[in-house]
């Protein structure tokens, strides 16, 4: 489960360069000057000077910018139009009284939050990440939930209008002659069928697993050492060598089951086997802090045997032979979820540029013949199976090929007029000053 302190940073750094705006670690008086204020909301130079940094490099990233190798004066003049108008967006949201749906934010910002988590490896290892970064956990989960907050507004902007919109065959076609010398070059395409049967563990071994922490649970209840016990059986590499130690946290950082089962312990209390995503767990609280807790655990994980594997590839052959003679692909999906042979998921993808493929696909998929299918092949816990209907070679784009991507472009195009005509009204209709 841990992953290492560089691929979060890479995962982080953007966010991390937002988020020290407003809490520098040695604020440099000079900058932190008003440079435009929208309404009752001030714009620092301190805020420009990231914000101008982090699209510059990002910009720089993606070879937009080819000349410069330092932020002008000119783009800070573009990245402060851009968050004013960030402003004015937000400004309005908050006049026509449109209401945050807090649970989906509060969904989405759990998602987020495990998943820092996760790419850290525990969350003391992530806590310790953010301080060298000058955050706390909380201010994380704060900035996060501002940042979704403010998201959902301008969508729920967007949306009104693009629900007003309808474009015609005619207008596509105009924007297709007006643009069509500018289009993108569409790369060789393929369209893909797909298929995935997961590596499940069996029963057996569920019980297997589950016998073996009742067997570690009944020795810490007979005065074994906890952390001693973690060292030697946990199968959490982040917290084994600590003896499980999880640091403190709070209602809403680790998965329900875990939590819910955490915070009602006492201290020094052992909880029964409390099973998650990752396997099997034994909790023990070791203290309270206000609405926080110091826990430690036990994982054991429900990894498939050898032998499950095998099975599974097995099931994916025979699924591949019923595909070839032209079973349709949701009908084998279905006849291995009735049979409960496996977990099943697949359909048609669609038309996908073959630079777009995940590198972990390409090279299978770069062999298949029209109409085949490919043979089976294992991608961390599933394997996987291909059905290539049809390979076009790189082209310019054209109406009979490549209408619905037309008609998107030009219904975007659309989208972005209004939108933009909508953002001069509100412009003016609040209170703007520009001051750098």
Known sequence: MKRTPSLLYNLLIDFFILACISIPLFPNQNLDRIVAVVEDKIILESELEAYAQLFFSERKKAGEIQSENVVTESFKTQVLEMMINEEVLLAEAREESIVVDQ?????????????????????????????????????????????????????????????????????????????????????????????????????????????????????????????????????????????????????????????????????????????????????????????????????????????????TEKLAFSARQDIARGLDLAQVIDRLKKEKRAEAEGGTLGWIQVQDLDPRYKSVIDTLKVGNVSDPFKIEKAFHLFRLSQRLPQRTLNLEEDWEKISNAATNEEIRIRFQKKLEEWRKKFYVNIRL
Do not use: C, W
């Open 103 to 311: 649970a989906r934010v509060e969904a989405l910002l759990k998602q987020q939050v495990d998943q820092f988590i996760y790419q850290a490896g525990s969350k003391g290892q992530l806590e310790n990440l953010l301080l060298e970064q000058g955050l706390t956990f909380a201010q994380l989960k704060n900035k996060l939930r501002k940042q979704l907050e403010e998201q959902y507004l301008k969508q729920v902007l967007q949306e009104k209008i693009k629900t007003k919109i309808q474009i015609s065959k005619l207008v596509v076609e105009q924007f297709y002659q007006k643009y069509r010398d500018s289009l993108p070059i569409q790369g060789e395409s393929v369209h893909l069928s797909h298929l995935m049967i997961k590596i499940t563990p069996s029963q057996n071994r569920e019980e297997e697993v589950l016998n073996k922490i009742k067997e570690i649970e009944a020795e810490s209840r007979q005065g074994k050492d906890f952390g001693e016990l973690a060292k030697k059986f946990s199968e959490d590499p982040s917290t084994k060598e600590g003896g499980g130690d999880l640091g403190f946290f709070r209602r809403g950082d680790m998965v329900r089951e875990f939590e819910t089962a955490a915070f009602i312990l006492k201290e020094n209390e052992i909880s029964h086997p409390i099973k998650t995503q990752y396997g099997y767990h034994l909790i023990q609280l070791i203290e309270r802090k206000g609405e926080s807790i110091r826990a430690r655990h036990i994982l054991l994980g429900v990894a498939p045997s050898e032998n499950e594997e095998k099975e």
